[in-house]
C-alpha cells in the first residue's frame, strides 16, 4: 500500500473505528506509545509516523509534546516526517471521496487500477464506501470483481466490519450476498 508497512495495522484499525469516542481511544493509545521510554524505539516510531499521517488536532499536538519533551531527536522528527507526509496526504484525499459512491466506483474501474497513484487511493478509501458500493447494482462484472478484491485487500479489522455488514446478506438473494461470502 505505502512504504510505510509498519502503520498497515493502526490505519486499518482507524478505518474500522466510525465512532469519536472510539477514535480518541486510538489516539490516546497512540499519544501514550510515544512517550513511552519503555515501549521499543519501532513501536514509538510507528505511533509517530501514525500521528503525522493521521494528523487529528490531537495527534498533530503530540507531534508537537514529542519534541518539545525530548521523545525523538530533531532529526528523527523529521525522517519520520518526510517518511510520513505523503501517505497523509493521500488518506487526506481518499477523505474527500468520502460518501462519493461514484467517484469510488471509477476506481474500483479496471483501468484505473493500473495508474499506481489511484490504485493507492483506493487502498485507503473508507470502507464504508466500499461496503455501500457493493449494496448498490454494479453492471460492470470487472468492476465488481475488483470491489470484492479491495474489500478483501483490506486488514483484519476492516474485512470484519464488512463482514458484519453483509452478514444478513448471507442467506438472502441480495445483490451483495456474494460479498458476505468472500469475506467469512
Known amino acids: ?3 510505510l508497512p509498519e502503520l498497515d495495522g493502526i490505519l486499518d484499525l482507524w478505518g474500522a473505528t466510525w465512532e469519536p469516542a472510539d477514535r480518541r481511544v486510538l489516539e490516546d493509545s497512540l499519544i501514550r506509545a510515544i512517550a513511552d521510554e519503555a515501549q521499543p524505539l519501532a513501536i514509538r516510531r510507528a505511533a509517530l509516523s501514525a500521528c503525522h499521517v493521521l494528523a487529528t488536532e490531537r495527534l498533530v499536538q503530540a507531534i508537537g509534546d ?3 519533551d525530548r521523545h525523538f531527536s530533531a ?3 523529521l525522517d519520520i516526517e518526510r517518511d510520513a507526509v505523503p501517505l497523509r496526504h493521500l488518506l487526506h484525499e481518499a477523505q474527500l471521496l468520502r460518501g462519493n459512491l461514484g467517484a469510488v466506483e471509477a476506481l474500483c474501474r479496471p483501468e484505473a487500477a493500473c495508474v499506481p497513484s489511484l490504485d493507492a487511493l483506493l487502498d485507503l478509501v473508507d470502507v464504508r464506501d466500499l ?3 457493493a449494496r448498490s447494482s454494479i453492471r460492470d462484472a470487472a468492476t465488481r470483481r475488483e470491489l470484492t478484491r479491495r474489500l478483501l485487500k483490506r486488514g483484519k479489522h476492516q474485512r470484519a466490519r ?3 455488514a453483509f452478514q444478513q446478506a448471507a442467506d438472502s438473494d441480495e445483490p451483495y450476498a456474494e460479498y458476505a461470502l468472500e469475506l467469512r
Open 131 to 133: 461496503i455501500a458500493l
Open 75 to 77: 532529526e528523527e522528527l
Open 66 to 68: 514529542a519534541y518539545r
Open 1 to 3: 500500500m505505502h512504504n
Open 162 to 164: 464488512a463482514r458484519e
